[in-house]
């Protein structure tokens, strides 16, 4: 099992940052990609951006160039640094892992951005 415990949400201006944090339950040396979303109501929660377990990462194209994911495996943790924030980029946020053949959510956090 994995559980995972996303912070870090909150309302900001546009032109903003914020940093959102992961932090799983027990080791994430044992989790090769581990991952954020999000979703607005009446939308299909899409992906934002991952991370694999030796760094690679890849974006969606929405965020390119202003959000940041990165691990620090020492403390079991994946983060989301976003910069430049849009009003579109309003959403609750969520932190995704697989480990055997389950799939692991976090609880979310809520980022507003106001315009």
């Known amino acids: 099992q994995v559980q995972l415990v996303e912070s870090g949400g909150g309302l900001v201006q546009a032109g903003g940052s914020l940093r959102l944090s992961c932090v799983a339950s027990?080791?994430?040396?044992?989790?090769?990609?581990m991952g954020w979303y999000r979703q607005t109501p009446g939308k299909q929660r899409e992906l934002v951006a991952v991370?694999?377990?030796?760094?690679?990462?890849n974006y969606a194209d929405s965020v390119k160039g202003r959000f940041t994911i990165s691990r620090d495996n020492a403390k079991n943790t994946v983060y989301l640094e976003m910069n430049s924030l849009k009003p579109e980029d309003t959403a609750v946020y969520y932190c995704?892992?697989?480990?055997?053949?389950?799939?692991?959510w976090g609880q979310g956090t809520q980022v507003t951005v106001s315009s």
């Open positions: 995704n892992t697989d480990w055997g053949l389950q799939t692991f």
């Open positions: 027990g080791s994430i040396l044992r989790l090769n990609v």
């Open positions: 991370i694999t377990l030796g760094g690679s990462t």
